[in-house]
C-alpha cells in the first residue's frame, strides 16, 4: 500500500425509492447494523485520516446512525441529487487541506472486501476505477479501456450499442488524489440524458490533462448495490454464509450454520459451540470454550470462556458474563455483571444488577429495577443463595455468603451471611378448601 494519506467519502444522500420505505435506504438493516455502517467498517478497515458521509433524503436520521457508528466520521448534506459528482463537490469542503488518496464509497454497498480497497488505496496511477466483469451487464455503465489505460466511463443511458456490448462494468468506487479531484470537479458538466453531474467524467476529464487513469477488477459479488427489498434479503443471506464460513474457519462449531444469524461486528472465540437458531445482535463477544444453546438472543454482550447460555435465553445490552457461569432456559440478562461461576438456572430477570463469585440464584427471581422514572441498581454478594421467586426491590445489596428466602420480596439490604426473609406468615384452616369448592359447585348447578 502507498504511504500517502488517505480520506473515504461516503455517498449515502439517495432515497431509494425501490425500496418502497419511509426510511433511507442506507439506514435499512444488513447484519445487524444499518447499510452504511458496513461502508464505514470498510473505510475504517485502511485507517484514513477522514472519512465524510455525504446525506441527502433523511439527513438527520442518518447523520444520527452515522456518529452513532463512526463518532470521529463527518457528514455533510447534498440538499438536491444532483448525481454522484455532484454529490462528491459536497464533501469537498469537508477536506480542505487534506492532500492524499481520496476513495469514493457508496453506502448501498456492502461488500467490497479490504484487499479490494487496499488495492484502491495503494495503486499508483493518478486515479483507479474498481471494475468488475458481469455475468448480466444490464444497465451497468461500461468502462472503455485501451492498452493505455482506462479511457472513459459510459452510463448505460448514454451508451451505443458497441459500447453496451462491453462486459466491464462500473462499481462505481474510484480512488483518486485529492488536489485532481478538486480540479477535476469543478470542470464537470451534466449534459447527458440524466441531467446530471456524473462522478464518472471525471476519468475522460483526467484523462484530457493527461492524467493516468486505471482499473482494478474485483468479483461481481463485492459489488452488489441494493435498490430492493429482495435485493437486501439476498445480501442477508451472502452476508450470513460468508460470516458463518468465517467463524466456523477460525474453529467455532455451529452446529447448524443455517439458523445461527450474525451480525457485522459479532466475535465468537475458537473451540465456542453455538447450537440451533441463535440469533447474535450487534456488539456480542463470546470467548473460547463458551456455549450459547439453542433459540438464544444476544445483543450487546460479553460472554466469558466456559459459560453456557440457554436454552430459550436472552442477553441484553450491559450483560456481562463471568467465566462458568450458567444462565439457563428463560433467563433475561440486561445491564447486569455475573462474576465467575454465578448459576441463574431459570425463569429469571436480572437487570441493572451486579452478582457476586459463585452466587446461586432460584427459579423466579427477579430485580425490580425501575420505578417507572429511574432505573435502581441490585448488588448481590460472592456465595449468595437467592431463593426461588425472591423480588429484589432495588436499590437493594445483599451481601457475601447471605440467603434470602423463597417467595421473599426484599426492600432493605441484607447483610453478609444472614438470612432474609419477606413474606407473610402461612396460614392454614383444615377443611376450608373441601368446604368452599362443595359451595362453589353448589352455587353453579342452581344458577
Keep these: 500500500m502507498s504511504d500517502a494519506a488517505l480520506a473515504v467519502v461516503v455517498l449515502a444522500a439517495g432515497q431509494g425509492s425501490r425500496m418502497q420505505s419511509d426510511l433511507p435506504k442506507v439506514l435499512h438493516r444488513l447484519g445487524g447494523?444499518?447499510?452504511?455502517?458496513?461502508a464505514l467498517a470498510a473505510a475504517r478497515s485502511l485507517d484514513p485520516e477522514q472519512v465524510v458521509v455525504v446525506t441527502g433524503h433523511g439527513s438527520d436520521a442518518v447523520a444520527r446512525a452515522v456518529a452513532k457508528l463512526d463518532p470521529d466520521a463527518a457528514t455533510v448534506l447534498q440538499a438536491e441529487q444532483l448525481g454522484t459528482g455532484h454529490a462528491v463537490a459536497q464533501a469537498l469542503p469537508a477536506l480542505e487541506g487534506f492532500e492524499g488518496r481520496v476513495i469514493v464509497l457508496y453506502g448501498d454497498t456492502p461488500f467490497i472486501?479490504?484487499?479490494?480497497?487496499a488495492a484502491l488505496a495503494g495503486h499508483r496511477s493518478d486515479m483507479v476505477v474498481l471494475g468488475f466483469e458481469a455475468a448480466d451487464p444490464g444497465r451497468y455503465g461500461r468502462l472503455v479501456v485501451t492498452d493505455k489505460g482506462l479511457e472513459r466511463i459510459v452510463e448505460w443511458k448514454d451508451a451505443d450499442e458497441a459500447t453496451r456490448d462491453i462486459v466491464l462494468c462500473n462499481s462505481g468506487v474510484m480512488a483518486l488524489d485529492a488536489g485532481l479531484l478538486r480540479r477535476l470537479i469543478a470542470g464537470l458538466g451534466n449534459e447527458n440524458a440524466a441531467g446530471e453531474y456524473y462522478l464518472t467524467d471525471l476519468v475522460a476529464l483526467?484523462?484530457?490533462?493527461?492524467?493516468?487513469a486505471d482499473v482494478i477488477i474485483c468479483d461481481e459479488a463485492e459489488t452488489l448495490g441494493i435498490n430492493t427489498r429482495g435485493e437486501l434479503a439476498a445480501a442477508e443471506a451472502a452476508f450470513q454464509t460468508r460470516a458463518r464460513a468465517a467463524l466456523m474457519e477460525d474453529g467455532v462449531t455451529l452446529i447448524d450454520p443455517a439458523s445461527t444469524f450474525l451480525a457485522l461486528d459479532t466475535v465468537i472465540g475458537r473451540d465456542a459451540i453455538i447450537g440451533p437458531n441463535v440469533v447474535f445482535g450487534p456488539g456480542v463477544t463470546v470467548e473460547s470454550g463458551a456455549e450459547i444453546l439453542?433459540?438464544?438472543?444476544?445483543?450487546?454482550?460479553h460472554v466469558s470462556s466456559?459459560?453456557?447460555?440457554?436454552?430459550?435465553?436472552?442477553l441484553r445490552p450491559g450483560a456481562e458474563l463471568g467465566g462458568d457461569v450458567h444462565v439457563g432456559n428463560f433467563v433475561?440478562?440486561?445491564?447486569?455483571?455475573?462474576?465467575?461461576?454465578?448459576?441463574?438456572?431459570?425463569?429469571?430477570?436480572?437487570?441493572?444488577a451486579h452478582v457476586g463469585e459463585q452466587t446461586n440464584i432460584g427459579a423466579g427471581t427477579i430485580t425490580c429495577n425501575y420505578d417507572g422514572v429511574m432505573k435502581?441498581?441490585?448488588?448481590i454478594g460472592p456465595r449468595a443463595f437467592i431463593g426461588s421467586d425472591t423480588m429484589l426491590?432495588?436499590?437493594v445489596t445483599v451481601g457475601a455468603d447471605a440467603m434470602t428466602g423463597s417467595g421473599s420480596t426484599i426492600t432493605e439490604d441484607v447483610p453478609d451471611g444472614a438470612l432474609a426473609l419477606g413474606r407473610a406468615r402461612q396460614v392454614t384452616k383444615p377443611g376450608l378448601a373441601t368446604r368452599l369448592m362443595a359451595a362453589l359447585r353448589l352455587k353453579k348447578e342452581t344458577r
Aim: net charge negative.
Design 294 to 301: 439453542p433459540f438464544c438472543h444476544l445483543e450487546g454482550c
Design 393 to 395: 426491590v432495588a436499590p
Design 332 to 352: 433475561e440478562i440486561k445491564n447486569s455483571v455475573l462474576d465467575e461461576g454465578v448459576k441463574v438456572g431459570h425463569l429469571t430477570y436480572l437487570g441493572d
Design 376 to 379: 435502581h441498581r441490585t448488588t
Design 113 to 117: 472486501g479490504r484487499d479490494t480497497l
Design 33 to 38: 447494523v444499518p447499510l452504511v455502517g458496513h
Design 206 to 212: 483526467a484523462r484530457a490533462e493527461g492524467a493516468q
Design 306 to 314: 466456559g459459560a453456557t447460555v440457554g436454552p430459550f435465553a436472552r
